[in-house]
């Protein structure tokens, strides 16, 4: 089941165990967009990426921080640098792709439900119509429910 609604994918809907996930970059970067609200409410997602990022990690990896009882995060490795270039956006479907097929099996040995903003689509460059199918290809067909957060706008 895939699901959209108005609220913040930092305090994500429902009960039993859940996994916030979101799109990181590949350069250790963590500043801008969604990571700002992951940061306000737990330190340790942060501080797993930028460790992970001095031990090495790859386009495609996932890493999965608890972050409460029945709660964790998801650092998916899937944009490459903070910028477009004459290559495109920074984001990489493919790495994606990966990381969302390594978070299914995560979630499910978990039993979570998968919440997110809408990953990205924004800073990293990406397009929702792209996007999407992904998030359906890899976990809503293999059962997972998944819960999209749009922030409301005031």
């Known amino acids: 089941m895939l699901s959209y609604v108005t ?18 970059n590949d350069i250790g970067g963590w500043g801008r967009g969604f990571v700002v609200a992951l940061s306000r409410r737990w330190s340790g997602p942060e501080a797993a990426y930028r460790a992970w990022h001095r031990e090495g ?49 995560q ?4 039993g979570a439900s998968v919440h997110m903003p809408r990953i990205g689509s924004g800073l990293a460059g990406g397009t929702w119509d792209r996007i999407e199918p992904l ?3 890899n976990l809503v067909r293999h059962g997972m ?9 005031v």
Do not use: K
């Open 145 to 153: 429910s998944v819960t999209v957060y749009d922030l409301e706008h």
């Open 135 to 137: 998030i359906i290809d």
């Open 57 to 105: 990690f790859d386009l495609g990896e996932v890493q999965v921080v608890q972050v409460e009882t029945g709660l964790w995060v998801a650092n998916m490795i899937a944009q490459h640098g903070i910028r477009p270039t004459s290559a495109g956006p920074p984001i990489r479907y493919d790495a994606l792709d990966r990381c969302l097929a390594a978070l299914a099996v």
């Open 7 to 24: 609220g913040d994918a930092t305090a994500p809907l429902g009960g039993g165990p859940r996994i916030i996930c979101h799109i990181c």
């Open 107 to 110: 979630a499910a040995e978990l």
